[in-house]
């Protein structure tokens, strides 16, 4: 049996912050941003959008009215979750119109989570292979004005969804997974902000891809030259160069380049939205589809990382005439169209929270949207 990903597409917010402006506000070069961690633009949401309009607005754009009648079950990803209890997915399942007999649920393990909600599909679909599940990874990276970690925030959602006989991605049932209690990011309950243990996130990172690569390898027994390209989970777009590099030291200088240019065509939107955490693996997985000139059959590996911490590598095939099923033009529009914002336009924005009360002023073209919170009850809006 064939399951995978049938329909995929993303969400952005519709404003961004260029790297260069945001360097020098911050007295730092330029190059710091653009060479040293590999961004350019980075994306930034108004107070009324959250994980659940992002997930909306993605997942829009993928279903049809078929799609809600076969969807069983909702799964979002995420690290940003808006309430300790209520799961998130539980508003998106209302506000996409799915038929009621569904389960709808939320799963956390930092930026592993969306692939644990990949994998907990494909196993439901293997079992009930008519039905379909959603899947979601939405976030809001964050870490303060002037942090260290500024320049690798971001916002979005990737909206993916599975069922048999996928017209975009066949799945393959190799997954290695790897799980380590280390602390190297981290955000205890009632923080607004991640804890950070930069130098040892980088570290655990790299560690953990050769670790699940090189277990990968013994028990598939395979090597870079089955796969056409290999997409990573991208905090910042260099993190994932780092470890591609050193599982690519004993290859030749030819393989490295095949490799590499792949590399390169799964960072060219993540190098204009920033870190979508949970989303961040599969905005590079489109990516690669949509600029990565690409052909049916060829194999794909994919790295997914969540801090403290879960890996796991597996891999998928190109379906025949998977590019019919591509969005590349909603998704270029949709990048092309935001608006920049000056550094004191971000600054105002980023301090800008739902405990102020909402105006027209933020009436805005989003078909999703927050209007309202009410006893700390949000209320979403379909335009």
Avoid at 33 to 46: C, S
Wanted: with cysteine; net charge negative.
């Amino acid at each position: 049996m064939n399951v995978g990903i049938d329909k995929i597409s993303f969400f952005v917010p519709p404003y961004y912050v260029d790297m260069t402006d945001l360097a020098l506000a911050r007295e730092v070069d330029p190059n710091k941003f653009h060479i040293g961690i590999g961004q350019d633009k980075m994306a930034v949401n108004k107070k009324t959008q959250d994980i659940v309009t992002f997930a909306a607005n993605a997942a829009k754009n993928i279903l049809t009215e078929e799609d809600q009648a076969q969807i069983d079950m909702v799964i979002v990803g995420t690290e940003s979750g808006i309430d300790e209890s209520k799961a998130s997915a539980v508003v998106l399942h209302r506000l996409l119109g799915i038929q009621p007999f569904a389960r709808a649920f939320e799963i956390k393990e930092a930026c592993y989570a969306g692939t644990a909600a990949l994998q907990f599909a494909l196993a439901h679909i293997q079992r009930h292979p008519k039905s379909k599940v959603l899947v979601v990874a939405s976030d809001i990276a964050k870490y303060g004005l002037a942090s260290g970690g500024e320049p690798t925030q971001g916002a979005g959602a990737v909206a993916m969804l599975i069922s048999t006989n996928p017209r975009i991605l066949e799945l393959n049932d190799d997954s290695v997974a790897l799980t380590q209690d280390i602390y190297d990011f981290w955000r205890p309950v009632g923080h607004d902000y991640p804890m950070v243990d930069g130098q040892l996130s980088n570290e655990t990172y790299i560690e953990a891809f050769q670790k699940v690569w090189d277990e990968y390898q013994e028990r598939h027994k395979k090597t870079i030259k089955d796969f056409q390209a290999l997409a990573f989970h991208i905090p910042y777009t260099k993190m994932g160069k780092k470890a591609l590099l050193a599982a690519l030291e004993a290859e030749s200088s030819k393989e490295q380049e095949r490799i590499l240019t792949k590399y390169e065509a799964s960072i060219t939107y993540s190098r204009q939205v920033g870190n979508l955490y949970t989303g961040s693996l599969y905005l590079g997985l489109i990516s690669l589809l949509e600029n990565g000139q690409l052909n049916a059959g060829d194999e794909i590996g994919l790295f997914s990382y969540g801090s403290g911490a879960v890996a796991e590598f597996f891999s998928g095939k190109l379906v025949e005439g998977y590019e019919e099923y591509l969005l590349t033009d909603l998704h270029q529009k949709q990048l092309d169209e935001r608006q920049i914002l000056s550094i004191s336009e971000y600054e105002e924005m980023f301090n800008d929270h739902l405990d102020i009360n909402l105006d027209q002023d933020y009436e805005d073209s989003l078909l999703y949207s927050i209007v309202s919170v009410s006893n700390t009850v949000r209320f979403y809006r379909e335009k």
